[in-house]
């Protein structure tokens, strides 16, 4: 997502050096100072120009007519046309080509003393070198214009520069010094209260914190300034995407209710503007907010409406990463038919998407190197699919494995986990049938105690007329019976023991049971 911002940054900042290499004052100037038949010339062959719809037509033409106006035009004439002529081809995909029509360019207008057209002229340089992959030899581009900014004192162009030279960095992965140079142009910024454009660095500097420093609470503030920028102008689109950004931080933080306004607003607002392609990164956000919280069947819904919409537009990278989130959701729902489905589905999309970037890969080195080169890299091109091709099945195949491993793993668990229980029951049976063992054990030997003599002698029991059964239970009184044990000896009830006892008491003429033991000599 934070990808695609820098790109529409770095085009953001494409089309204001291109548009704007030449303001509108200078350019009125230049008319004046211009006999009225050159410009209308020089107006006719643009007009031709723009009416051409091949780059190699157009090259064509081009040249034929530079060798004209070399030498019946002005310097600043000539300089004008080339730039005119390099923006036709930049808008063609002619970037090689563009970049040389922009020196020309470049050269024309230092020799009118035109240096700030000049300095125009490199930075378009500069883009295209971005454009192309050449990150150091834009940066080498954009530092030289820099140092002519700060000369003439140019605050505001420094300050995109700057911004442009951050990008560039963050391109090559040096993202201390692209924060370094965002923090520059947003100080710049500040200073000359150009407050819009410092929603960009805001914005950048977030996107940085986020995705490569892991700092989500510094990201959030920056995500934070841009969107009340953005909403103070009224600038939707933008606005959109920064609260985009925002909620994203907000879905990290598990600040959920704060990440769905957030996503809410964003909706509305691509909505009014009818951009489907931010609708549906909004969307994505929200599929994935729904995941976190755990509610599948939402995210699968706004995956799914997100997926439809990046195909609508055609943006095969968003559907693969969204194709990716699918089977990751399903995968963790256990719908493993619909995970391998959009598994296929992915890798489907990623054949495609590097079918086409070795296309274009070919027709760059076509331009730069001959036959031979181009034939190596063609091989290079064709051995990195079969490797993403093997890559992929290899993948495929892991997580088959790994879903096989997992669910031998939960078997073996349930089988142990069953007979450590069955164990467990086994064991207690046999603990309670050796208890009961034993309590019967201790009351064969009570019972056997209670037959054998006193050790203190024969209880003298005669002389106190006591009953066969008042006897009895004085002699379970005498071996620590409760009253309940002795009923359950006995078989009655515990206030029939209770009644026997009291009688005893009476007959012995004793208050309790030491008493009564001691009077019919059973202790000591």
């Known amino acids: 997502m934070h990808l695609k911002t820098s790109l529409l940054i770095l085009s953001f900042f494409v089309f204001v050096f291109m548009i704007t290499g030449c303001d509108h004052r200078e350019r009125n100037t230049t008319k004046l100072n211009s006999p009225n038949s050159e410009q209308s010339e020089l107006q006719s062959i643009e007009s031709n120009l723009?009416?051409?719809?091949?780059?190699?037509?157009?090259?064509?033409?081009a040249e034929y007519y530079s060798t004209n106006l070399e030498d019946q035009f002005p310097d600043t004439l000539v300089a004008t046309y080339y730039q005119q002529v390099g923006l036709l081809l930049y808008r063609k995909s002619a970037f090689g080509q563009a970049s040389g029509y922009f020196v020309k360019s470049e050269h024309y207008f230092k020799k009118a003393g035109r240096y700030n057209k000049a300095v125009g002229m490199?930075?378009?340089?500069?883009?295209?070198?971005?454009?192309?992959?050449?990150?150091?030899?834009a940066i080498n581009m954009y530092l030289e214009a820099a140092t002519y900014f700060l000369d003439e004192d140019d605050s505001i162009s420094l300050a995109k520069v700057y911004t442009n030279i951050a990008v560039a960095y963050q391109e090559?992965?040096?993202?201390?010094?692209?924060?370094?140079?965002?923090?520059?142009?947003?100080?710049?910024r500040q200073s000359r209260r150009d407050t819009l454009a410092t929603a960009t660095n805001f914005n950048n500097i977030g996107v940085l914190y986020d995705e490569f420093f892991q700092q989500p609470d510094s990201a959030l503030y920056y995500y934070q300034q841009a969107v009340n920028i953005y909403q103070?102008?009224?600038?939707?689109?933008?606005w959109a995407f920064a609260l985009n950004n925002l909620a994203r931080m907000h879905i990290e933080k598990k600040n959920n209710r704060l990440a769905t306004m957030e996503l809410d607003r964003a909706y509305s607002l691509m909505d009014s503007i009818d951009n489907q392609d931010g609708k549906a990164k909004v969307l994505r956000n929200q599929g994935e907010l729904y995941f976190s919280t755990l509610d599948n069947q939402k995210a699968v819904e706004a995956f799914i409406l997100a997926f439809s919409t990046f195909k609508e537009v055609k943006d095969k990278k968003s559907m693969l990463e969204v194709s990716e989130l699918l089977s990751k959701v399903y995968l963790t729902g256990g719908n493993y038919t619909k995970a391998i489905e959009y598994m296929k589905l992915g890798n489907q999309i990623k054949d495609?998407?590097?079918?086409?970037?070795d296309k274009s890969n070919i027709a760059e080195m076509e331009t730069k190197y001959q036959v031979k080169e181009k034939n190596k890299a063609i091989k290079i091109l064709e051995l990195q699919r079969e490797l993403n091709q093997r890559k992929i099945r290899y993948q495929i195949w892991l997580i088959g494995l790994l879903v096989i491993i997992s669910t031998l793993i939960v078997l073996v668990f349930l089988f142990n986990y069953n007979r450590n229980k069955l164990k467990q029951q086994q064991l207690r049976l046999e603990l309670q049938n050796y208890l009961l063992q034993i309590r019967k054990m201790q009351s064969e030997i009570i019972e056997a105690k209670i037959q054998e003599p006193q050790p203190n002698g024969i209880p003298d029991f005669e002389e106190f007329d006591l009953t066969e059964r008042e006897k009895e239970v004085l002699r379970m009184i005498a071996y620590g019976y409760k009253n309940s044990e002795i009923g359950e000896k006995l078989f009655v009830s515990e206030n029939t023991i209770k009644t026997h006892i009291k009688n005893i008491y009476i007959k012995l003429d004793v208050k309790n049971r030491v008493e009564a033991l001691k009077r019919v000599k059973m202790v000591q």
């Open 50 to 61: 723009r009416s051409i719809l091949s780059a190699d037509s157009l090259l064509l033409m």
């Open 172 to 188: 090559m992965g040096l993202n201390d010094k692209s924060l370094k140079y965002n923090q520059m142009g947003l100080t710049i």
């Open 122 to 137: 490199l930075s378009n340089q500069a883009v295209i070198q971005e454009i192309l992959g050449n990150y150091q030899e």
């Open 352 to 357: 495609s998407l590097v079918s086409i970037e």
């Open 232 to 238: 103070k102008y009224r600038v939707f689109g933008k």
